[in-house]
C-alpha cells in the first residue's frame, strides 16, 4: 500500500519508522511518502495560514499550497491500479473512524493524508480535491487535538496493521476489540496465582481447566460483559437476544414514556386485579415518573420493526440500575413483554440484557415482583433468583436476588 501523508511537521511522522509499521516499510508491505507543505510556498516566511473571512478566532490555512501539493501528490505515482489516491483528512467535524473504516481503508491500494492545523483548512481545498480523488474527512474522536499527525499515525496504524504480513499471527486480528463488534475478553499470562506483595491474585479456574467450549463460553460472556458496561452503545442486540434480533432494540428516551407508561399498565393489570388491597408500583406510576426514571435507569425499549419510516409498536422493555449507595447490587425492574408476544422467550431475553449491563461492581441481582404472580415466581426461579431474606421492599411484594456468576 501507498501512504503519503502531507503536514507542516514532517517529523511529527518519525514514528513510522518504528516497529512493525517501520519493519512493514522495511519489507516494501507499505511505502510511505512524507511532504512538507511549506514547499509548495513562495514567499520568504513559507507561509500557510491567513486570517478567517469573516473575523473569528485563529487562522486558517490557505488554498495554493494545498492544491499544488496535492497535486504533486498525485501526480508522483500510481500505485497499483489506483491512477489517484483516496484523500483522508483528519478532522475533528469528521464522520467516526473506526475499525470497519479500517478494514475498509486497508483494502484500498493507495491512501492520501492530509493533515491540518490552525482552524482548519479553506473549504475550497476540500472542492478542489474531490474534483480530483475521493474524499473523507474522518475524526479520531470527540475531542479536539492540535492538528492532524496524531490523528494520522493512529490511522496509519489501524490500517496498516490490517496488510497481510503486517502482524504475524493473522489469529490475533480476529480475537481482538472491535472485531466481532465486541470489545475483547480480559487475558491473564503466568504466574497463575500470583502474590501481589501480599494479596494473592489468581487467574479465572476456568483458563486452567483445558475445557476449550467453556473457555470459549467465559471469553464470549466476558466480552459482552465488558462492551455492556464500558461501551453499551457498541453493544449488537442479537449477539446477546435471539429472539430479539428481528426487533428493534434501544435505550428509552423521555419520549417513550408514555408508550411505556401504556404498556406496563396493560402488562401489569392482571396482578392489579389480583391484589386486592395492595398498590402494585407500576400501575400506581406516573407519566412523569416514568419519564424520570428513563434518565435515573438504563432502561430499554423494544419495538417491531418499523415499516414505512415510523416507529414500530412498543412490545416490550426493561430498566437496571445499580442501587444508589450499594455498588455490589444491581436492580432490575418493570420486566414487562406485551400479552400477544408473551410466551417466545422475550422476558428472558431481557432480563439477560439488564444483567449484562451491570457494571463490574455489581455481585448480586436484585428485583421485586408480586407475591400473587405465580407464573413471575416460576420465571424468575429457572433464570436462577431466589427468595431475598427479610422483610420485602413493599407489601404483596416478594425480592429475588441471584448471585452474579463468575
Ligand atoms: N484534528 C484535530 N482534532 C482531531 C480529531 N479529533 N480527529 C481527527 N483529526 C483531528
Known sequence: MRVDVVT??????????????????????????????????????????????????????????????????????????AAVPHLVVPSPGGVPFTQSMARRLAAEPWLAFACGRYEGVDERVYEHAAARMPVSIVSLGDYVLNGGEVAVLAMVEAISRLLPGVVGNAESLVEESHEGGLLEYPVYTRPARWDDAGTLREVPPVLLSGDHGAIAAWRHEQRLRRTAERRPDLLPLSATVGSLAELDVRLATPADAAELLVLQRACWAPEGLASGDWVVPPLAETLEEVRAAVGEWRTYAVRTASRGGGLGRLVASVRGRVRPRDPAVWETARLMVAPDLQGRGLGRELLALSEAAAPASVTTYWLTTGVVAAQNHRFYRRAGYRRAPGEPTYPGAVDLVKPRPG
Not at 522495511?26 to 510511505?32: P, Q, Y
Not at 511532504?35 to 495560514?49: F, K, N, Q, Y
Open 8 to 81: 507542516i511537521f514532517p517529523e511529527y511522522l518519525a514514528p513510522l519508522d518504528l516497529s512493525l509499521i517501520g519493519k512493514a516499510r522495511r519489507d516494501g508491505i507499505l511505502d510511505v511518502h512524507v511532504h512538507d507543505l511549506r514547499d509548495a510556498t513562495e514567499d520568504p516566511h513559507r507561509t500557510v495560514d491567513d486570517g478567517p473571512f469573516g473575523g473569528g478566532a485563529g487562522m486558517v490555512m490557505t488554498p495554493q499550497p494545498w492544491a499544488e501539493t496535492l497535486d504533486r501528490v498525485v501526480r508522483g505515482g500510481a500505485s497499483g491500479n
